[in-house]
């Protein structure tokens, strides 16, 4: 935007710019450009207003500017920094573009003649391919430029003290600024033109204008409207140094210890024209995108940094596993980063992690917060579907596991029977299975099961929890249909058995008569069966039985209630 001209110093109160999607540049790269022969500011001429260039933009000046970085999405990701002074320039403009009055076309096709002929520096890039040079264009007294219909140093209604632009060449973008004599003489250097100071300071406060306004709206000559592709615009006040125009000018020191005359910039951050603005101080942070990983899955950790974080810094990672140091200072790379890492077997534990990003020289640049995440160990379990198998029915014996769980890992089998350990770690088979268990006969009891997973190295992977069931016995019932009998009369004697009885078994009978033992274990025939009995002359008397089957190696398979009858 054109620097305007005429207007009395007032502080300006409220402004906003807005993104609109565009370039901006990222390390300026100023070339000083006389345009042709003819009488120019001793400073211009001689060596001061290059010394200007080098100290501005080398300064705080340009270091608040980063508030006008551009973001990644919906923009052009670029970061504003400081900038440089590439040297000064005299060239022999043709007739063609040369006179009293000369228009920004012609001043636009004299830079590609000049840089096409070798004579300027060609446009240098950032990294990412944006134009950073900047040609500050000079004219000698005498020289007017038109610019939009407007002339430079005409009027306070209709002229401008400088203006900022840009045009296409061979792809890319080239940006300048033309720069009018204001020297004692030219129409500039009245009262109500543009600055009460001396020459030289509102030479340099004219260039200030047209720097920072070209940093932070390059491609503003490509507009034909508020938009795209703008970058930083107010749309009822224009540009950065266009919003205060009308503020008292400031100045910066340069490390030459020479004061500069130079106009504020609008501020969004500090809400005011600024010359330059304490810098907040670089953040940085990281963060685990889970706070619990399970064993064979995985966590993002993520650095970020924004701020002044200088060019070249490397982050540096420090951390403790189970509260103790396991990591000291590990070159984690550039200052803003993301990595998925895996919890794979024998990474399981509770890790905290720090980063700190130091500067070239091995200053701190910037100290994150602790963030912390647990990886879990592989899981396992086991399990009997039933609580308690009856004699010769089954249950299912399952252990599952989960996680990164080494190729060729087995199941160990340990646990009690009814209290004392009958296993300690017989191999049961792979890390997962479930297995249908049979209570067959002799396997009564109360058993307790756990297993331990281990690696083909013997190396711990999973323990179980204890899982229990009880395996029933064989059950038996003997019985008399009848409490009484009757002379001559008969009753059904019942013997039933279930479960896994073995082949064979056979039933023994005791019992006693009136009170005295009367049978002592005679085979009574197989481990089921019913008898009817008749109360016959002599038999009379009260009767106590119970029955023990025995496998035929003479094992007791069941032992039954004892039942009574009265014969009478």
């Not at 009262?191 to 070209?214: K, M, R, W």
């Not at 640049?365 to 399990?383: H, L, R, W």
Request: aromatic share 10%; charged share 10%.
């Amino acid at each position: 935007m054109a620097t305007k001209a005429g207007a009395a110093a007032q502080a300006v109160t409220s402004a906003h710019l807005t993104y609109y999607g565009g370039r901006v540049i990222s390390n300026v790269r100023v070339v000083e450009v006389l345009y042709g022969t003819g009488t120019y500011l001793p400073e211009i001429s001689g060596s001061t207003m290059g010394s200007f260039y080098s100290q501005v933009t080398n300064s705080t000046y340009m270091d608040w500017l980063s508030e006008y970085n551009t973001p990644a999405a919906g923009g052009t990701n670029q970061t504003i920094g400081r900038g440089s002074f590439q040297g000064k320039v005299q060239i022999a403009p043709s007739a063609a573009h040369s006179g009293p009055l000369i228009s920004d076309s012609a001043v636009e096709a004299e830079i590609v003649a000049q840089i096409g002929a070798g004579l300027l520096p060609a446009p240098a890039t950032d990294a990412a391919g944006n134009v950073n040079t900047l040609y500050m264009v000079h004219f000698p007294q005498g020289v007017a430029i038109t610019h939009h219909g407007r002339t430079s140093c005409e009027s306070a209604s209709t002229g401008f003290c400088g203006y900022h632009s840009t045009f296409a060449m061979g792809g890319q973008h080239l940006y300048y600024a033309a720069l009018p004599d204001v020297g004692p003489g030219s129409g500039c250097a009245t009262v109500a033109l543009c600055g009460t100071g001396a020459p030289f300071g509102n030479q340099t406060s004219v260039a200030s204008h047209e720097l920072i306004e070209a940093v932070t709206d390059p491609d503003i000559g490509f507009a034909p409207f508020v938009g795209p592709p703008m970058a930083w615009y107010d749309s009822s006040q224009a540009e950065i140094a266009d919003i205060c125009f009308q503020e008292p000018l400031g100045s910066i020191l340069g490390s030459d210890g020479v004061t500069y005359t130079v106009q504020k910039g609008w501020s969004n951050s500090a809400n005011a024209c600024v010359v330059s603005r304490a810098a907040a101080p670089p953040t940085c942070a990281v963060s685990f995108s889970k706070s619990t990983v399970p064993s064979g899955d995985s966590v993002v950790f993520t650095l970020t940094s924004s701020g002044p974080i200088p060019t070249g810094s490397h982050a540096y990672l420090y951390g403790e596993k189970d509260g103790r140091n396991d990591v000291n200072g590990l070159d984690w790379g550039p200052p803003s980063s993301s990595v998925t890492l895996t919890n794979a077997f024998g990474l399981n534990g509770t890790y905290t992690r720090r980063i700190t990003i130091t500067d070239p020289n091995g200053q701190v640049a910037c100290q994150t917060n602790d963030a912390t995440v647990v990886f879990e160990p592989p899981k396992c379990a086991v399990s009997f579907s039933k609580s308690t198998v009856p004699s010769g029915g089954s249950t299912l014996f399952t252990l599952t596991s989960s996680g990164d769980v080494p190729i060729g890992s087995r199941a160990y089998l340990y646990g009690t029977k009814n209290g004392a350990t009958d296993e300690n770690g017989v191999d049961f088979g792979p890390p997962t299975f479930s297995y249908n268990l049979v209570n067959a006969f002799g396997l009564a009891g109360s058993y307790a099961r756990s297993i331990v997973i281990r690696t083909p190295s013997n190396v711990e992977v999973c323990r179980t929890n204890t899982a229990s069931t009880v395996f029933q016995a064989p059950t038996c019932q003997l019985s008399f249909s009848k409490s009484v009998v009757a002379s001559g009369d008969s009753v059904q004697f019942a013997l039933t058995s279930q479960g896994a009885i073995p082949a064979g078994t056979r039933a023994y009978l005791y019992g006693y008569k009136n009170g005295i033992t009367d049978e002592t274990g005679v085979d009574i025939g197989g481990p089921s069966f019913n008898y009817n009995i008749v109360n016959s002359p002599g038999l009379a008397g009260n009767y106590t039985r119970w029955v023990i089957t025995r496998t035929t190696d003479g094992r007791t398979v069941c032992q039954t209630n004892r039942t009574s009858t009265i014969f009478q």
